[in-house]
């Protein structure tokens, strides 16, 4: 069966060496997400804006090995507001699987019904990571998954059964009849443990202590990894927790880790309790704070720790506002 696989990318500059440098980029990506060889390329159709003279796109993809299929190229016309220094390209293969349309670096959001891309944030409770990872999935126009809402609903579940004890012993079976669904209504995630929506009780300190415990069991995280996965593989999202970046997507297109000083951490923990009128005190929030970050940082299983392509950043001096835009900036300079 004739396919037809679409891509585009842009480039930095118009100079030869980046025209080939992106090309060859959008050429490997565009093979290895799809599997393909050069004897599966029947087609390749090329365009680009009208402000690249350095090189066609053309002889591009000739020298970057791709010398077997038939070429055709265009310039497209002067477009008021369009994408500069943009190489499109569309490739006509045979293939019985569905195609996996490629677009990178800023062409990345020239098609969000077709580009795949993934940002991972990780850091420590209270970083601020989940309050950024929202705002930023609502002005990229993606998907949110709050991950650690999913580990938090298993700690319900176990809560309910009466467990106290959380072993993989003891655990490990209630996952086997887990009935756990993640659903988005305007534009929020509502989290539903057997048809009963959590998502208020999950926020409940009791639920965060425990959630800190049982996310520490090898059976609870390939259970949530493989979950987490499978959203992840099916639309471009910013996914949130202590192991995204590390365990459940080592191959995120943006890695960031996102942390705070305890007391700025400890403070927003508190405040954000005592806004939802919860009668706690800060130093006992601060213990919690400290105890969970050992527990997150020492379990044998996923423990929490930077990835070593992430990006550090330190949000204690910063807004929320201020943080998405840093995010934003770094990831439109990435893809």
Sequence with gaps: MLI??????SAEA?????????????????????????KDIVCILLSNTNDIHS???????????????????????EIVGALPLCIRMMILVESAEAPKHVYLRKAAGLRKDRVLFSVALDGPSGSGKSTAAKQL????????????????????????????????????????????????ENGAQRTILDGEDISEMIRQPEVSMAASHISALRCVREKMVE??????????????????????????????FITASVEVRARRRFDELKTKGFDVSFDVVKREIEERDHNDATRTVSPLRRAEDA?????????????????????????
């Design 4 to 9: 037809a696989i679409r891509g585009a990318i």
């Design 227 to 256: 979950m987490q996965r499978k959203i992840a593989s099916e639309c471009s999202c910013v996914l949130d927790g202590r192991d995204i970046g590390t365990i459940v997507l080592p191959h995120a297109d943006c890695k960031f």
């Design 55 to 77: 090189l066609y796109p053309a002889k591009a993809v000739r020298e970057a090995g791709f010398a077997r299929a038939a070429l055709f190229s265009s310039a497209e016309p």
């Design 311 to 335: 990006e550090w950043i330190d949000t204690s001096d910063m807004s929320v506002e201020q943080v998405v835009a840093l995010l934003k900036q770094k990831i439109q300079e990435k893809i």
């Design 14 to 38: 118009d100079t030869p060496e980046e025209i080939r440098s992106a090309v060859r980029e959008l050429m490997d990506e565009i093979s290895q997400r799809n599997h393909l060889l050069e």
């Design 137 to 184: 999935a609502k002005e990229l126009d993606i998907l949110y998954l709050d991950t650690g809402a999913m580990y938090r609903a298993c700690a319900i579940q176990a809560l309910r059964a009466g467990l106290h004890d959380f072993t993989e012993e003891n655990v490990s079976p209630l996952l086997k009849n887990l009935n756990l669904h993640v659903v988005y």
